[in-house]
């Protein structure tokens, strides 16, 4: 599968400069440039090989940008990445409630190389992205759903709290068995039994599942 073509979009140069050494540190080459502030959005060349749009947009928002702003000012559909802070979870909450927009990812603003590289690459083989800590900021500044009665009987042990609390973070397991000083095996135990308590098919639902519910200390 050939590399996602990417189109850049920064307010500020330095921004912009700083994403464009990320992307190329991670193999990706940037194809243009989005500028917005005209009657329509513009492409600037900045790749030898672009002979067209781009497959993914990379947009830092920390300008105070609206990613539907961004995404309703291109002539067609297109994949985004966008860059956030940790104060925007609302922001993130918000448009990941849209039905109809094309594939979105989401990065905290200070994703490394590895990171920003691996989540360009989802996003245009038609992934989403979140990381485990955006997604609890995002589920908890939503407003908190009523549950069953059922649902609220849930009870995750001190010790399934502590491993929730670290996968939140990111942390795989090996990483969570050196903090808590017990054994990878049985990290691995103690994240199956938040999976079945919290009804959850993976460990970044498990963590907004958690989060939106009150179990998971911020």
């Not at 042990?157 to 670290?166: C, F, N």
Request: charged content about 20%.
């Amino acid at each position: 599968m050939p590399e996602p073509r990417v189109l850049l979009y920064a307010r500020y140069p330095a921004v912009r400069a700083g994403l464009r050494e990320l992307l190329a540190l991670g193999g990706l080459e940037v194809a243009g440039e989005l500028q917005l502030g005209s009657a329509a959005p513009t492409w600037r060349e900045t790749a030898d090989s672009w002979d067209g749009p781009s497959d993914v947009l990379v947009a830092d928002l920390g300008g105070g940008e609206q990613p539907g702003d961004l995404l309703h000012a291109l002539a067609a559909p297109l994949a985004a990445v966008f860059l956030v802070d940790r104060s925007d979870g609302a922001l993130v909450n918000a448009q990941r409630r849209r039905d109809g927009e094309p594939v979105t990812g989401w990065l905290l603003r200070d994703a490394g190389v590895e990171e920003l590289a691996a989540a360009v690459r989802a996003v245009g083989a038609g992934l989403v992205v979140m990381p485990p800590e955006l997604a609890v900021l995002a589920a908890t500044t939503a407003a908190r759903p009523a549950f069953d009665e059922a649902a609220d009987d849930i009870r995750l042990t001190p010790r399934e709290t502590d491993v929730l609390r670290l996968i939140a973070v990111g942390l795989p397991n090996k990483a969570v068995a050196l903090q808590l000083g017990i054994s990878e095996h049985t990290v691995k135990f103690h994240v199956g039994a938040v999976l079945s308590k919290l009804d959850a098919s993976s460990r970044a639902e498990a963590v907004m599942t958690a989060a939106r519910r009150g179990l998971l200390p911020l």
